[in-house]
C-alpha cells in the first residue's frame, strides 16, 4: 500500500492484506533525469516507492524475508535501499515531495470512513496509487514494488513531529521514546525491529497506529497492563510475539480497534479478542493457533479473517463462521481442513453459504465429498478453492478453482456451478 494526498493502491493479480491488514519488497533503481542552473543534465535515482501485494488483501511481503510481514501503515516507511540524495538542487524537491507524504499513515485509519465493503477501500488504495505514480513517487515494475527514498521518508517523519515514532525495518530499538513524546504520539512504526524489553505500560492516550513487530530470535511477551493508556488505538500490529497462555488483559480495553495483526505469534487462547466488538480486520496468518474460540463469532463488524498457513488450526467450533455476517473476505491457504459435513463438531462448508457479502476466499478442502452439493458461492470475485488436493502452490491468479473429484457432478452441484 502506498500513498499521497487522499489515495491509495494495489495489485489485481496479487492483490495485500490490506488485506488493508497488509505486506511490501523493492527492485529495479528507476532513473530520472535533472537540470542544474547551467542547464547540465544529470541522472539520479528517482525515489522509489516499492510495493508488492498479496491476494488481493492488501497483505504485503518481501521475497528476501517471507516471514517480514507489515500493515499497509508502516509498510510506506520499511525499505530503504535508495542512496541518499544528497545534491542541493534535488532539496526543494524533495523537501515538497515529503510535505505531500508527511500525512500518508493515516490513510488506513481513513480507508473505513464512508465506505460499505472493503471493495471500496481498496478502490481508494489504486486510486491513492495512481494519483502517486502520476506525480513520479510510484514506480512499478513487473512485481508491483514500490519504496520511498530515505530523504523523503525522513523529511516524512520529521513533519509530522512528536506525532509519530518510526525506525527502519529491522533496526535496533536501543531507547523507548521519553513520556512526554509518547504522551503526544498518534503513530508508532517498529517494523520487524530488535528489541530488548516493553515497557510494563505504553503510556500514549493518543495513539491511534501501533506496529509492533518482533524481529528477535525469541518470541517477546507483552506485558498484561500494556495497552491500560492506548485506549484510542484503531491498528494494532504485533506480529512475531509471544501471547501464550493467553495475549495481554489490557488488550480488551481497546475498543476503539478495528484492525489486528497477530501474524506470526504464538497463541493459545484468544477469546479475549471476541471484545474487541469494531474489528473489521483480523489477521492470524501463521500463527501456531490451534482452535478458534467461540467469542470469535461475536465480530460481527468483522470484515476480513485471514488464517493463512495456520497449519496447526485443528478446531473451528460450528456456527462461528457463520455467524461473521459481514465476512466479505476469508483466507485459509495451507491451513485448517478438517471440514465436518454436518457441522456437529466442527465448522461445515455449508455455513460459508451464510456469508452473503462474501466476495473472495482462499480455501483448501481435502474431499470432494465434503462439499455440499447445493453450496454455490455466486458473489464471489476472487478465489482459489482447491477441492480433493491438499497441495497449494504459489500461483496468485485471483479465480483458479482446481479439482480432484471422487464424485460425478450433477447438473446442480455447487462444484459444477463455481466451473
Given amino acids: 500500500m502506498v500513498g499521497e494526498g487522499n489515495t491509495l493502491y494495489e495489485d489485481k493479480g496479487k492483490g495485500c492484506s490490506p488485506n488493508l491488514c497488509w505486506r511490501l519488497p523493492l527492485s529495479q533503481k528507476a532513473k530520472k533525469k535533472t537540470t542544474d542552473a547551467q542547464g547540465k543534465s544529470d541522472e539520479v535515482a528517482a525515489c522509489q516507492i516499492e510495493v508488492e501485494v498479496k491476494d488481493d488483501k492488501g497483505m504485503l511481503e518481501t521475497e528476501e524475508n517471507p516471514s517480514r510481514h507489515a500493515n499497509g501503515v508502516c509498510s510506506l516507511f520499511e525499505k530503504m535501499e535508495v542512496d541518499i540524495i544528497k545534491d542541493p538542487i534535488l532539496q526543494p524537491v524533495t523537501s515538497d515531495i515529503a510535505k505531500r507524504c508527511a500525512d500518508l499513515p493515516d490513510v488506513i485509519v481513513r480507508l473505513f470512513k464512508n465506505v460499505d465493503t472493503l471493495e471500496e477501500a481498496r478502490n481508494r488504495l489504486h486510486a491513492l496509487a495512481k494519483d502517486i505514480k502520476d506525480s513520479c513517487l510510484l514506480i512499478e515494475d513487473e512485481k508491483l514494488w514500490v519504496a520511498v527514498h530515505d530523504t523523503v521518508r525522513e523529511a516524512a517523519v520529521s513533519f509530522r513531529g512528536q506525532k509519530v515514532f518510526s525506525l527502519k525495518a529491522h533496526s535496533e530499538l536501543k ?41 528477535n530470535s525469541s518470541y517477546m511477551q ?150 455440499p452439493v447445493d453450496l ?23 479465480k483458479r478453482l482446481k479439482l480432484k473429484l471422487n464424485r460425478t457432478l450433477q447438473s446442480d452441484d455447487g462444484v459444477k456451478m463455481l466451473l
Fill in 222 to 371: 507483552i506485558p498484561d497492563s500494556f495497552f491500560e493508556e492506548t485506549r484510542e488505538l484503531k491498528v494494532l500490529d504485533i506480529s512475531g510475539m509471544h501471547c501464550t497462555p493467553k495475549p495481554p488483559k489490557s488488550l480488551g480495553f481497546l475498543k476503539n480497534l478495528t484492525a489486528l495483526c497477530l501474524f506470526y505469534c504464538l497463541l493459545e487462547d484468544i477469546a479475549i479478542v471476541g471484545e474487541l466488538k469494531n474489528l473489521q480486520i483480523l489477521n492470524l496468518s501463521k500463527s501456531n493457533i490451534q482452535e478458534l474460540p467461540r467469542e470469535i463469532g461475536q465480530l460481527h463488524q468483522l470484515r476480513l479473517l485471514d488464517l493463512d498457513r495456520c497449519s496447526n488450526l485443528k478446531v473451528i467450533p460450528p456456527k462461528v463462521i457463520s455467524s461473521l455476517k459481514r465476512l466479505e473476505e476469508l483466507y485459509m491457504r495451507s491451513g485448517f481442513v478438517n471440514w465436518d459435513i454436518e457441522g456437529n463438531t466442527n465448522a461445515s462448508l455449508r455455513e460459508l453459504g451464510d456469508l452473503q457479502y462474501l466476495i473472495s476466499i482462499d480455501l483448501p478442502v481435502p474431499d470432494a465429498q465434503l462439499w
Fill in 376 to 398: 454455490f458461492l455466486a458473489k464471489l470475485e476472487r478465489f482459489r478453492i482447491f477441492v480433493g488436493d491438499r497441495s497449494w502452490d504459489g500461483n496468485y491468479d485471483s
Fill in 175 to 215: 531507547k523507548w521514546p521519553e513520556r512526554d513524546h509518547l504522551h503526544k504520539c498518534q503513530e508508532i512504526y517498529l517494523p520487524w525491529c530488535y528489541m530488548d524489553y516493553l515497557p510494563d505500560k505504553l503510556e500514549s492516550s493518543e495513539l491511534q497506529t501501533l506496529a509492533l513487530e518482533n524481529q
